[in-house]
């Protein structure tokens, strides 16, 4: 079916709202998912992937600092969706990168990563440069980049597959992320790498995807839609005569 | 640089949030000339805007699909109609209902057959239907019965109706919700920051909202000569000019005030910068004249004004009660350069709330060239953005100095916590109930914002006792729950007109001064509550009408001036001024 982007993000917000989301957590989860969809980075896909994990997930359990100091930060992501709770680790990079012009945030175990960039677009937007770095697989192993210019809310994307792949290639779950307050820092592959490039997303190309889905609107697979429907359903109150009378008005309107 | 930009440079005089943004003062504003409404006119007049009809196929019953091009310097639209029947049984304001007497949406460009044929399918079901996104408005309205039935026979019978019905009810058609920015497929509001003619809040909905105005007018002309041709004539211009159209509306515009906290501080700081430049000005004696004009004016149409709300009559009867005292004074005080700032002063002594911010409007209504390029400034990107290094001791200052409001109400007793808001199954309707009786505050929605930020403000104490150099950011990787409310301080905190100052879960809260608030920057008069939650207003009662518009007025002054509008004089001979109706403008 065809959606809005408002009507995207509006539903994602209820739905995650449903699951049990924190009002500012379901807010920022709703953005990242309607930001890659917008940008033509299958958002509602990704959601859809994670969506039983999520389900399951232990609320409680919270992104949780294992080190710090001025610069740097590591974080355990409790093997969480980086749709709950993560922004606060990003935030705690921004706070960083301010203070002392550039940080190296890590978060270790965390899923649907991709999801991230939407919520590190609102960080660029606030005028941080921000890079971030991630392995998608083990094998063939292959690594996505991220770039975000500070002012701008869309990066340049890339990813690419490392040939000569190191002898310690333990799995790696988690999420690098580098911002620095003054200096750009682009992701631009050194030509003397063995690296085979397998997707380059401009922000010439990701911007043309956003001002198309205003356009024309988003396609999403009916399944998913009616099933974030569901998860909204469940912050609605049963009606009944009594809440009826709730809203103040008449039944009929004939005069 | 304008008025305003000077303004903006040293913001200095602006009423203190404080004051402006209490319930009761928000629930007692009017609309100004920099409401939705007005400003659309103008600008509709200012470039040109033609409007047309390209179909009108209606049966006799008034039932069918009629078509109205919009155009303007930069682009075409076109107003979709649909009228249908409907039984009295399934004729409900309310946003539960699931048939109307006619639904419409507004176009951008074109309307080719399958637009159409996709629209006929889709705009009649409202909510349950899938909309097109080249569609900007989606919307619906209901009949004033007794205004169509009184219309429709006198027009038949080739008299003019009495004007009185429209002092009454000010119009033939009430809308029930007007649907924008991506409702059910609609276009994005964000498509349209870079278009020049609905880049405003609310200006395409008001665009829509002005074209059923003008249908409703051909509608019941076209009824009446469907039912007696040879003896039907046109609505009188006077009447057509104050005939409005109406809105029914209840608790959803509440949750839209507080969750755009920005956009509702932009429309605040537009109209208190407009009062402030008002205040600053030297009047001469034709000011002054101009005023005593306003106030005459205003005082009579709240005289008119008619409705069944015991509460709301009595505000209006203690407006006009007050304004000849203001009219006194008006013309007795000398002509001093501050006489603005003093009688400001001598109102907030003397008046009643309403009466105070009548005073206002028309000080506002008479420095057009000072104020009006405020108009453009009522949009805003919204973001709630966190400010993650801000000392968390610096957090807490920021919230005692700015949200002392927050945290001087007891959300402890039971008169503090006494209702919570919620959204039913049925349609999401938004609904107040009663937290100790009725089920369902498990899933309260959390627009009550005192009681959070209260809230936060302990737990951030309780932080700052073992980490007292903490930053925000350290507080929330402990404390995350406390995110979107400590954003929204540190974001409102440079837009303070953002959050309204009162305890939402007070028994004693009115929930119909957030009704008036927005419908105020709407361009609401004729305030008729219907409960303590359920309002129905008029927009554009006394606007020019679209055969005005399609003349190009030279006088765009006079054209702008229909704020406040009164009843028309009952015609004497009414059949010797009666037009027939094939001489309608379409």
């Known amino acids: 079916m065809n959606v809005s982007y408002n009507e995207l993000q509006g539903l994602c917000r209820k739905a995650f709202s449903g699951i049990g989301f924190e009002e500012g957590d379901a807010a920022d989860a709703a953005d990242m998912v309607a930001w890659m969809q917008c940008h033509g980075l299958h958002g509602v896909e990704q959601l859809n992937r994670g969506l039983d994990y999520l389900l399951a997930e232990d609320p409680d359990a919270l992104p949780r600092l294992i080190y710090q100091d001025g610069d740097l930060a590591v974080l355990d992501g409790q093997g969480h969706s980086v749709l709950r709770s993560i922004s606060l680790a990003t935030e705690l990079g921004f706070a960083k990168a301010r203070a002392r012009g550039l940080s190296v945030v890590k978060i270790r175990r965390c899923h649907n990563r991709q999801l991230i960039m939407g919520y590190l677009s609102r960080l660029a937007g606030r005028g941080m440069n921000i890079t971030a770095f991630w392995r998608n697989a083990q094998v063939p192993l292959t690594e996505q980049v991220v770039g975000f210019r500070a002012g701008h809310t869309i990066p340049e994307v890339r990813v690419y597959s490392v040939r000569d792949v190191p002898e310690e290639n333990e799995p790696n779950d988690g999420i690098t992320l580098v911002m620095a307050n003054h200096v750009e820092l682009l992701p631009s592959l050194g030509a003397d790498h063995d690296l085979d490039l397998l997707a380059h997303h401009p922000e010439s190309e990701l911007l043309a995807c956003r001002q198309l889905a205003l356009r024309e609107g988003i396609q999403v697979e009916d399944a998913i839609w009616t099933r974030l429907k569901e998860l909204a359903h469940r912050i609605l109150v049963e009606s009944s005569e009594a809440s009826r009378s709730g809203a103040g008005a008449g039944e009929h309107d004939n005069d | ?586």
């Open chain 2, 1 to 586: 640089m304008t008025s305003a930009d000077l303004l903006s440079a040293a913001p200095l005089g602006l009423r203190p949030a404080d004051e402006v943004m209490r319930l009761e003062r928000l629930g007692s504003l009017h609309a100004t000339r920099l409401s939705f409404v007005r400003s659309l006119v103008r600008q509709m007049a200012r470039q040109r805007w033609q409007i047309s009809r390209v179909r009108f196929d209606l049966n006799a019953e008034g039932h069918g699909t009629a078509v109205y091009r919009l155009q303007t310097p930069h682009g075409r639209y076109h107003g979709v109609m649909f009228a249908q029947p409907l039984d009295d049984a399934n004729r409900s304001d309310r946003v539960i209902a699931e048939a109307w007497d006619v639904t419409f949406g507004l176009v951008e460009g074109d309307v080719d057959d399958t637009l159409l044929a996709q629209m006929a399918a889709n705009v009649p079901l409202q909510e349950a239907g899938r909309q097109h996104p080249q569609v900007l408005v989606l919307s619906r309205a209901n009949k004033s019965l007794r205004n169509f039935a009184h219309f429709v026979d006198a027009l038949a019978r080739g008299e003019q109706p009495d004007p009185a019905w429209l002092t009454r009810v000010g119009y033939l058609y009430r809308t029930t919700a007007v649907y924008g920015n991506g409702k059910f497929g609609l276009a994005d509001f964000a498509r349209l920051i870079d278009n020049p003619d609905f880049r405003r809040p609310f200006s395409a909905q008001m665009a829509g909202v002005y074209l059923l105005r003008h249908f409703s007018i051909e509608q019941v002309e076209h009824l009446a000569a469907a039912r007696a041709p040879h003896t039907a004539c046109a609505l009188d211009i006077e009447l057509r000019r104050y005939l409005g159209i109406g809105n029914s509306t209840g608790l959803g515009m509440a949750p839209f005030l507080i969750n755009h906290p920005q956009l509702i501080a932009q429309w605040v700081t537009q109209r208190e910068t407009a009062l402030t430049l008002a205040l600053r000005q030297a009047p001469d004696e034709a000011d002054r004249e101009r005023l005593i004009a306003l106030t005459r004016r205003a005082m009579q149409h709240l005289a008119e004004t008619v409705t069944e709300d015991a509460e709301q009559t009595e505000r209006n009867a203690a407006t006009v009660a007050a304004l000849p005292d203001v009219l006194t004074w008006l013309a007795s005080v000398p002509l001093e350069t501050d006489i603005w700032q003093q009688l400001v002063e001598w109102s907030a002594r003397t008046l009643p709330l309403e009466a105070q911010e009548l005073i206002n409007t028309l000080l506002i209504e008479l420095y057009p060239d000072q104020v009006d390029a405020l108009e453009e400034r009522m949009g805003v990107e919204e973001n709630l953005d966190l400010e993650p290094d801000m000392p968390l001791m610096r957090l807490r200052q920021l919230i005692e100095t700015h949200y002392g409001w927050a945290l001087a109400h007891d959300y402890a007793s039971r008169e503090g916590t006494y209702w919570f808001w919620y959204r039913s199954a049925e349609k999401e309707e938004p609904r107040l109930g009663v937290r100790h009786a009725e089920p369902g505050a498990d899933k309260e929605m959390p627009i009550a914002i005192g009681p959070r930020v209260a809230r936060t403000h302990q737990a951030i104490c309780d932080f700052l006792e073992l980490h007292p150099r903490a930053t925000v950011v350290d507080f929330l990787l402990e404390y995350p729950r406390h995110k979107e409310v400590v954003r929204r301080i540190q974001t409102l905190i440079k837009a303070p007109y953002g959050d309204i100052h009162a305890n939402l879960w007070h028994r004693d809260m009115k929930p119909m001064h957030l009704l008036r608030t927005k419908l105020s920057f709407f361009g609401a008069s004729r305030f008729d509550p219907k409960s303590d939650r359920w309002v129905r207003i008029t927009l554009f009662q006394g606007a020019p009408l679209v055969e005005e518009l399609n003349a190009e007025p030279q006088d765009l002054a006079d054209f702008d001036d229909w704020s406040f509008p009164l009843e028309p004089a009952r015609q004497g001979d009414v059949h010797a001024t009666c037009r027939q109706a094939g001489g309608v403008v379409s």
